[in-house]
C-alpha cells in the first residue's frame, strides 16, 4: 500500500470530505469586507516576497488565494489543493483561479513536480492532520516548494489534541515552526514569524505563522504524479 492508500483511509481526511466537510463550507463563505483584512494579514506574512505562482493545501473556496490574487495585482499564478468536493466546486469558479491549476485531492499527494511553486502554504490545515500523518503531508508540501513554505496554524507549546465542534481526533495543535525545522534540518531556514490576532482580524481565529526558504531540494516522491 502506497502513502497515499494508506492516509486516504484517515478519520480526519473521512471528515473533512463528508459531511463534517460540508458544513464547513457553509460558514466559510465570502464577504467584500473581508477582503481589506485578507491582503493586511498577507502583506504581513509574504509581502516582500518576489514570487510568480502560489499553491495553497486545503483551499477550501479560495478566500485566501483571493486575498494573495488581490495583493499581488492579478500577476501571481494560484494553484489550490482541496478534499472536499463541495468547496473544490466553489473554488473552481473564483475569478483568477484556473480551474486546471485546481486539484480535488489531498496534501498526502499532491500532483505536482518537485519544486514546481514558488510559495506553498497552509492556513488551518495541519492542525487537522493526525501526528502519525503530518510528515506525509508537509513532506508534499517540500517536495512541491520550490523556494518558500509558509504554515499559519494553531499554537502549543507541546503537541495536544483538543475537541473541535464536539467532536475528537480532528484538532491537534503543536508547535508547527520548529517541526518544520526539525523534519528538514538543513533544509529549510525560518525567515519571518509572528502571530494573527482574532481582535484585528475579525474572521480569523488566532494563528501563528512561520515563514521558511528552501536551502536544499532533495525530498522527491517515489510514485510519480497522476
Not at 155 to 178: A, C, M, V, W
Request: negative net charge.
Amino acid at each position: 500500500m502506497t502513502v497515499a492508500q494508506k492516509t486516504a483511509e484517515t478519520k480526519q481526511l473521512k471528515a473533512w470530505t463528508g459531511g463534517f466537510g460540508d458544513e464547513y463550507v457553509e460558514r466559510n463563505n465570502y464577504s467584500h469586507w473581508k477582503m481589506d483584512l485578507g491582503v493586511k494579514a498577507f502583506r504581513r506574512m509574504i509581502g516582500n516576497l518576489s514570487i510568480e505562482s502560489v499553491l495553497e493545501v486545503g483551499a477550501n473556496i479560495g478566500l485566501n488565494l483571493l486575498f494573495i490574487d488581490a495583493l499581488y495585482g492579478g500577476k501571481v499564478k494560484l494553484h489550490a489543493v482541496e478534499p472536499n468536493r463541495k468547496a473544490f466546486d466553489i473554488l473552481t469558479g473564483q475569478p483568477g483561479i484556473q480551474p486546471s491549476n485546481v486539484y480535488n485531492c489531498s496534501a498526502f499527494h499532491i500532483p505536482l513536480p518537485d519544486n514546481s511553486i514558488d510559495l506553498v502554504f497552509t492556513s488551518g490545515v495541519l492542525i487537522h492532520i493526525a501526528p502519525e500523518d503530518l510528515g506525509a503531508a508537509t513532506d508534499e508540501i517540500f517536495r512541491v516548494a520550490g523556494k518558500y513554505i509558509l504554515c499559519s496554524e494553531y499554537f502549543s507549546h507541546t503537541p495536544q489534541e483538543i475537541s473541535y465542534h464536539g467532536q475528537n481526533g480532528l484538532l491537534f495543535k503543536r508547535d508547527f515552526g520548529s517541526y518544520y525545522l526539525e523534519r528538514y534540518p538543513n533544509r529549510l531556514e525560518w525567515i519571518d514569524y509572528g502571530f494573527l490576532w482574532m481582535e484585528e482580524f475579525k474572521f480569523w481565529d488566532n494563528l501563528n505563522w512561520w515563514l521558511f526558504e528552501k536551502t536544499q531540494t532533495n525530498i522527491k516522491r517515489t510514485d510519480s504524479p497522476t
